[in-house]
């Protein structure tokens, strides 16, 4: 299938593809939080994404998925489980 990557605040599933760029899906659970607040970690996780992984030189689908402690992260510690990501895949 593909592999997966777990941090503390994300969990991450990487297939492999042909369209030779990379694709970003974001997935954020309720765990009975408001919508506001999911929202706004969806924006966070978007802007990383962009900034991070829309960058490697790998040819895959990434479907990233916020753990509930990521509702508490600050956006530095967003950033550094999402660099950690990153570093993993290339």
């Not at 919508?35 to 924006?43: G, P, Y």
Request: one cysteine or more; charged letters at 30%; hydrophobic letters at 45%.
């Amino acid at each position: 299938m593909g592999r997966r990557i777990r941090t503390r605040l994300l969990d991450v599933r990487r297939l492999d593809s042909t369209l030779g760029h990379v694709r970003v899906a974001i997935v954020v659970p309720k765990y009975s939080f408001t919508v506001v607040r999911r929202n706004k970690l969806k924006r966070r996780l978007r802007e990383l994404a962009r900034l991070r992984m829309l960058q490697l030189s790998c040819s895959c689908d990434l479907l990233v998925r916020a753990r509930a402690d990521a509702y508490g992260a600050s956006f530095d510690m967003l950033r550094d489980d999402i660099d950690g990501v990153a570093a993993q895949l290339q």
